[in-house]
């Protein structure tokens, strides 16, 4: 993700965590948690391109994150996310000898969130379930931009970034020890359209890279990290 963009979320955030004491009239619990996600994209696809079959797939991957939280009410808060790591494409030409090609990708989240916990903020664990919205970048490596211009599908291909909304549904728990630390679990699945890499869905009638992918990505995420609380307005 572009430096400025990430300049730009912070900032945002920044600007939400000063107003908000005046507008709701109090925030209860500001913490940032840090964690370690295991990713696992389910957007597999298999289609014919020049009489010659193909399957994609995204290769499960790991990545970090980083969030703000702060809780408007005893049990709904909102919160701000930023997340970075691997979402690695395969490529296989599925004829007589099939031969798979990995495109390095990288995958920029960043996200907003709403969650709803069971219990209240004085609570030492509390379950809670997280909507919300947000993009989901991909951005293909330069060794993989280099390799798909000799051969992507069935020809060569320019890649590129690409950004997609993304929705998010899920659940977890946060645990508070002693002190300004706890733990956080996460399960969720983000949705969003499947990435093409700007490449073309279908031919123009003019030859060129084709990559006939359609369809939603559910990006199950497996997470579990530190939170940190930063201190207690009332």
Known sequence: MPARMVLRVCTALGLA?????GVLGQILNPRVTLTGVGSMVKADRTFV????TFNTQFANGGRAKARLTLDLTKHFSV???YGFGT???KVTDLGTNPQTNAFGVKEHEVQFNVLNFFTGSGSHLRPFLVTGVGDAHFVPTDAAKAKAANAFISSPAQIAATNNVNLTLGGGFEARARGRLGLRVDVTDHISAVPTFGVPQTSSGQGGAVYPVSGIVH????????VIYLWRLE
């Open 17 to 21: 965590f000063v107003a908000a004491p």
């Open 219 to 226: 990006n199950i995420q497996v997470e579990a990290g530190l």
């Open 79 to 81: 919160e701000g996310v």
């Open 49 to 52: 391109v020049n009489g010659r």
């Open 87 to 89: 979402s690695n494409l």
